[in-house]
């Protein structure tokens, strides 16, 4: 067992991006420990390893080929199993006018990339959703 939470209690976390780097280092600074992690290159194959893996938390780039993050996440929170998961939208755009195209698509929050690791944790772990304890 790696320190943290066992695999079975490790949060599903599905990282999307089309930057095959960018998936790639977020899934290798997150993977293990807290965080079981699945990653998807386009937002076809994003809905497609959400059915497959069912993650508690999406962190979903915006500009995606084939579906847009905007529309990977208006598809997710129409079927009743993705009512609940959180989404994250991280991505370079963060004007006023992308943020709410964020929370009207669903999105719970929206980072502006570049993001630390150590701050993506922390954003992570802490469900704003969730009563304090």
Same mark, same amino acid.
């Given at each position: 067992?790696? $320190?943290?939470?066992? #695999?079975?209690?490790? /949060?599903? !976390? %599905?990282?999307?991006?089309?930057?095959?780097?960018?998936?790639?280092? !977020?899934?290798?600074?997150?993977?293990?420990?807290?965080?079981?992690?699945?990653? =998807?290159?386009?937002?076809?194959?994003?809905?497609?390893? $959400?059915?497959?893996?069912?993650?508690?938390?999406? @962190?979903?780039? @915006?500009?995606?080929?084939?579906?847009?993050?905007?529309?990977? =996440?208006?598809?997710?929170?129409?079927?009743? !199993?993705?009512?609940?998961?959180? %989404? /994250?939208?991280?991505? $370079?755009?963060?004007?006023? #006018?992308?943020?709410?195209?964020?929370?009207?698509?669903?999105?719970?929050?929206?980072?502006?990339?570049?993001?630390?690791?150590?701050? @993506?944790?922390?954003? !992570?772990?802490?469900?704003?959703?969730?009563?304090?304890?």
């Amino acid at each position: 067992m790696v $320190a943290g939470k066992a #695999q079975d209690d490790a /949060i599903r !976390l %599905l990282i999307v991006d089309d930057n095959h780097d960018v998936t790639q280092a !977020l899934s290798r600074a997150l993977g293990g420990g807290n965080y079981q992690v699945e990653t =998807a290159n386009d937002g076809l194959a994003a809905i497609e390893r $959400a059915v497959q893996f069912r993650p508690q938390v999406v @962190l979903l780039d @915006l500009m995606l080929p084939v579906l847009s993050g905007w529309d990977v =996440a208006r598809t997710l929170r129409r079927v009743p !199993l993705f009512a609940g998961p959180r %989404l /994250i939208a991280l991505s $370079a755009f963060g004007s006023e #006018q992308h943020r709410a195209a964020s929370l009207a698509a669903g999105f719970e929050q929206h980072l502006l990339k570049p993001i630390g690791i150590t701050k @993506l944790k922390e954003i !992570l772990d802490h469900d704003p959703r969730s009563p304090s304890p």
